[in-house]
């Protein structure tokens, strides 16, 4: 595994799960199984926003993911934010330390979400003692109508996929 591709995706359908399926395809992951884990980045691994992710492998394969999701019933709105941050190499500082992801989502607006996100991992990274660069965001909202559902995902996505069986 050499990058960790944050996605970006919203999308409204008549069913909650459709809505869901939606948003994953609107990110370029709906074709995987997606397997979620904690939050720590593996050190010496690039991280990019990249919005939509490229082709990561045979369809019904298995993806690791981080996963920030929220779905609503309409009328409402709904947002999901990712942070993420990455220490440097105690033998290098031009090499990558280990880092974290941080998820928050509901429904609310963009602003909180993003918020809270950000309080989040600046809790997340008190915990450690690890010397984190910047703080990168990425926040995706959607609106739902009446009588639809609307989910609104942010994903890192660990590396390609890899087969089930």
């Known amino acids: ?14 069913t909650a799960m459709s809505s869901y399926d939606a948003a994953l395809a609107d990110a370029g992951i ?15 691994v690039d991280v990019e926003a990249v919005g939509t992710a490229p082709d990561l492998g045979p369809a019904g394969e298995r993806l690791t993911v981080v996963e920030a999701r929220a779905t609503t019933a309409g009328p409402g709105s709904v947002s999901a934010a990712l942070a993420w941050s990455q220490s440097r190499s105690d033998d290098s500082a031009s090499k990558l330390g ?7 989502a509901g429904e609310i607006d963009p602003e909180d979400v993003e918020r809270r ?10 915990l450690r003692d690890w010397e984190f660069d910047e703080t990168q965001v990425a926040v995706e909202n959607g609106q739902a109508d009446s009588g639809t559902y609307t989910t609104a995902v942010v994903v890192a996505v660990y590396g390609d996929s890899d087969p089930l069986l």
């Open 1 to 14: 595994m050499s990058t960790i591709r944050v996605v970006w995706g919203s999308a409204s359908a008549p």
């Open 30 to 44: 709906e074709n995987y199984n997606l397997v979620s884990v904690s939050s720590v980045i593996p050190a010496g």
């Open 98 to 104: 280990p880092g974290l992801f941080y998820e928050a």
């Open 117 to 126: 996100v950000r309080e989040g991992i600046a809790t997340g990274q008190e």
